[in-house]
């Protein structure tokens, strides 16, 4: 089936550094990818969609300048927290829409995640 | 975007059959409907994607009625490897001109005892 892959799993950080995190689809091109956030006990939340070759488009209360994206392959996006803070420790988790096999079989596959905590 | 509603937790057995409903009144026509399994600190798992009807594979069932307003999926014999939390997400199509994001709800915990 279709791999997701993100890098790092985990990070730690000091206040007001960037931190970068991949995220691949390996066995799949993707033109489009999804950025979510999780925190403790709660579900995924939607922070920005990533076009290959264009801007993202960024959900309602996300800082764009914030959370910069980046989708220039087919195969690699990512997302790039800048002057992290502790607010922003979280589970990031991207996915990657698979609709190659045609009409009503669109399927986004997940990454593993990477756990950030700023210090 | 459509709105699902599914109960926050359930308990089972080992070796019972696991059946979890989701509603989903607003679904539009180009939006399909896909169950996902996630465990703590780990992204969400494909289980299964459906249309109408009835689709099965190697680890669950989804029955969708005619109406397509609720589905639900069904585990077999579920052992304690199966307790996570599952979301039921509704989705469009970009080929047929649906949406383009999936939301996520609340999800339900199954915990799965012996």
């Known amino acids: 089936g279709a791999v997701v892959s993100q890098h790092p799993s985990r990070v730690i950080c000091k206040s007001g550094t960037s931190v970068k995190i991949e995220c691949r689809s390996l066995?799949?091109?993707?033109?489009?990818m999804f950025w979510y956030r999780q925190f403790p006990k709660q579900s995924l939340m939607l922070m920005a969609t990533s076009n290959e070759g264009s801007k993202a488009t960024y959900e309602q209360g996300v800082e764009k300048d914030k959370f910069l994206i980046n989708h220039a392959s087919l195969t690699l996006s990512t997302l790039t927290v800048t002057s992290a803070h502790p607010e922003d420790s979280s589970f990031y988790i991207c996915?990657?829409?698979?609709?190659?096999?045609?009409?009503?079989?669109?399927?986004?596959?997940f990454g593993p995640g990477t756990r950030l905590t700023v210090l | 975007l459509a709105k699902t509603t599914q109960p926050i937790s359930m308990d089972s057995y080992e070796g019972q059959e696991v059946n979890i409903t989701c509603s989903h009144n607003n679904i539009a026509t180009n939006d399909y409907i896909t169950w996902y399994q996630q465990f703590p600190s780990q992204g969400p798992r494909f289980i299964i994607q459906?249309?109408?009807t009835k689709v099965t594979n190697e680890v669950a069932s989804l029955f969708i009625p005619a109406d397509r307003k609720s589905s639900t999926l069904s585990l077999p014999r579920v052992s304690l490897s199966d307790t996570a939390v599952y979301y039921c997400l509704v989705g469009g199509d970009i080929l047929t001109g649906g949406g383009n994001k999936l939301t996520f709800g609340t999800g339900t915990q199954l915990k799965v005892e012996l």
């Open positions: 066995d799949f091109q993707a033109t489009t």
């Open positions: 996915s990657a829409r698979d609709y190659s096999r045609g009409p009503h079989t669109d399927t986004q596959y």
């Open positions: 459906g249309y109408k």
